[in-house]
T-cell receptor, first 109, second 114 residues
Framework: GAGVSQSPSNKVTEKGKDVELRCDPISGHTALYWYRQSLGQGLEFLIYFQGNSAPDKSGLPSDRFSAERTGGSVSTLTIQRTQQEDSAVYLC???????FGPGTRLTVL | GESVGLHLPTLSVQEGDNSIINCAYSNSASDYFIWYKQESGKGPQFIIDIRSNMDKRQGQRVTVLLNKTVKHLSLQIAATQPGDSAVYFCAENAGGTSYGKLTFGQGTILTVHP
């Protein structure tokens, strides 16, 4: 079956603009994880959704970052007023025991 | 803060050799560990996991060893193939309210020469 899909695959934006990154989890999976991967910081946890429980947002680096999950399926990660240090690959997974989607490479100019 | 780290950033082996990738962790509360493989342009993919109540787990051509006394984790790949060339990450999880939050090591680049 289909794995996790993410869109867009690449996003280039200007500093100060808002961006939205999308994650489509594996059908039927109730968990959803966002991580980011950057050269300087490696792989970092951002946020974790599990069913209808309140998400664990403890990894979000600032209040410019937010995420929602509509209908327990698709998730959108929003970064407001992007900064150059936000440049990274943003990865999504719906099962840590399977792995991550291909990611969205975000470049902030 | 506590972190998971890898001693060797690169490992180069010949096809057919066995490979061993090491990882040190510092959080004594971690009770779940995962090894991931990441190929260029892809997200990390699960290889094998182990819980802290075990010291060894085997998969297809891979074995993970856990030494809680010295907080050390290793991934052994038997009969390494060129397709095994990738970056390998260890990750730890402390469970409980931290479930879902993996702490990753920096990664080891494995290169397999034909």
């Amino acid at each position: 079956g289909a794995g996790v899909s993410q869109s867009p695959s690449n996003k280039v934006t200007e500093k100060g603009k808002d961006v939205e990154l999308r994650c489509d989890p594996i059908s039927g999976h109730t968990a959803l994880y966002w991580y980011r991967q950057s050269l300087g910081q490696g792989l970092e946890f951002l946020i974790y959704f599990q069913g209808n429980s309140a998400p664990d947002k403890s990894g979000l680096p600032s209040d410019r970052f937010s995420a929602e999950r509509t209908g327990g399926s698709v998730s959108t990660l929003t970064i407001q007023r992007t900064q150059q240090e936000d440049s990274a690959v943003y990865l999504c997974a719906s099962s840590l025991a399977l792995g991550f989607g291909p990611g969205t490479r975000l470049t902030v100019l | 803060g506590e972190s998971v780290g890898l001693h060797l950033p690169t490992l180069s082996v010949q096809e057919g050799d066995n490979s061993i990738i090491n990882c040190a962790y510092s959080n004594s509360a971690s009770d779940y560990f995962i090894w991931y493989k990441q190929e260029s342009g892809k997200g990390p993919q699960f290889i094998i996991d182990i819980r802290s109540n075990m010291d060894k787990r085997q998969g297809q051509r891979v074995t993970v060893l856990l030494n809680k006394t010295v907080k050390h984790l290793s991934l052994q790949i038997a009969a390494t193939q060129p397709g095994d060339s990738a970056v390998y990450f260890c990750a730890e999880n402390a469970g409980g309210t931290s479930y879902g939050k993996l702490t990753f090591g920096q990664g080891t680049i494995l290169t397999v020469h034909p």
